[in-house]
């Protein structure tokens, strides 16, 4: 098997070193040759002995030599056309041209493989896909975003306000240079869409999925939410509902009774619901250069066996955000709704609803200033 590595920023580069820290253990486990020939990138790095540096994506998918190319940077569909199995963690490509890649792959016959995309080196896309494929899945939720989770665990447990904690996440790093991805939820989308994908066999428009993020988490309400019994997390979720398939992102009060809830820093987890196994969590660091490339080089071994993924799914119109919720509203009065909690302390006035669709709750505080957040449970 011989590998080509297009992107060798922290993800790419942590590959190449486990590829070759782990050559020899690799081969045994699928009994052939595993070595990297090529290292593809814009910028010129120094690259362990014998494997050839290339700016040129063409040099990398012109090679018949060339079984896998692992592409971190863009080129997925050039690849596949070659017939070459392809291996990433662009999540975004997935969620905006998944039916095209997927299209691609069986066209050509080639395999396409993408654990690393959600979650970082947490194995989810495929016991997901595989090991759960008695059960039928109902229910996916979770913290998808690691840099999101981490800035509200600096906001509880430092004390720190929003803008505090972004600027601590970011120095260490964690978040994206667009930081929209990681703060307005666009990232948790993206890989709640996979996931959603794969759980009920259909193409989904990512566009159609909501998603809030976390900009309005005020300190003041997470430790209103802690006096209530719950933690304030970014939550994605997608589930079956009457009339389609409810998907979101939004930050979402947790009970602390919830393993979800004690999901802290940079970790994510992944709940799954399905008709026989019931419940199952997976958990780990949702980040990371050797986190991230762990999984990648999973997916470089999977290529190695018969199997291929199907993604023979349909496209699915109706897509709606799960508005059908408890809810937790403050204000700085008193307010006429239905409601399971309620007390006061200051100026302000916390409410815990009862379940109701979003869109009568709205209508109830018509003309009020206050914050909101959904209510898991």
């Known amino acids: 098997m011989k590998i080509g590595v297009v992107g060798l920023g922290t993800v790419g580069f942590g590959v190449v070193e486990i590829l070759t820290q782990q050559k020899e253990r690799l081969e045994k486990q699928i009994g052939e040759e595993v070595t990297v020939k090529y290292g593809c990138s814009l910028d010129e790095v120094t690259l362990p002995e014998g494997i050839i540096y290339t700016q040129d994506f063409n040099d990398v ?26 291996v990433t963690a662009n999540k975004a ?21 993408y654990e690393a995309s959600v979650g970082g080196g947490i194995p989810v896309v495929v016991p997901a896909k595989e090991d759960l494929i008695a059960n039928e899945i109902e229910k996916i939720e979770g913290i998808l975003n690691g840099t999101t989770n981490f800035i509200l665990t600096l906001m509880e447990t430092d004390n720190l306000d929003f803008d505090e904690a972004l600027t601590i996440a970011d120095g260490l ?14 990232d948790a989308a993206h890989k709640i869409q996979i996931l ?21 988490v005020t300190k ?29 992102v939004s930050p979402t009060l947790i009970s602390l009774k919830d393993m979800v809830a004690n999901v802290n820093q940079a970790y994510n987890v992944v709940e799954i619901t399905c008709n026989y196994l019931e419940n199952v969590l997976f958990y780990g660091k949702g980040a990371g250069r050797y986190v991230t490339a762990s999984a990648v080089v999973s997916d470089i071994m999977k290529t190695h066996q018969q199997d291929m993924w199907k993604h023979d799914y349909q496209y699915v119109e109706n897509i709606y955000p799960i508005t059908k919720s408890k809810y937790y509203v403050r204000c700085d009065h ?31 505080l018509q003309g009020e200033t206050y914050n909101l957040f959904k209510v898991r449970g």
């Open 61 to 86: 998918i012109n090679d018949d030599e060339v079984d896998v190319v692992v592409e971190l940077i863009g080129g997925t569909t050039i690849a596949l056309k070659k017939g070459k199995n392809v």
């Open 220 to 248: 003041l309400d997470m430790d209103y939410a802690k006096k209530l019994g719950y933690r304030i997390k970014l939550i994605a979720q997608a589930k079956k509902i009457e009339n389609g398939y409810g998907i979101d």
């Open 196 to 216: 959603a994908m794969n759980a009920f066999e259909k193409f989904i428009d990512f566009d159609k999925i909501y998603a809030t993020g976390i900009r309005n």
């Open 173 to 186: 790093g964690y978040v994206e240079a667009d930081a929209s991805l990681d703060l307005d939820g666009i």
């Open 334 to 364: 008193s307010l006429d709704i239905d409601y399971e909690t309620y007390f006061s302390q200051d100026h302000d006035h916390i409410y815990i609803t009862n379940q109701i669709e979003l869109n009568d709750l709205l209508e109830q």
């Open 93 to 113: 490509l997935i969620a905006h041209d998944g039916q095209e890649i997927f299209e691609t792959a069986a066209k050509h016959h080639a395999k396409f493989y």
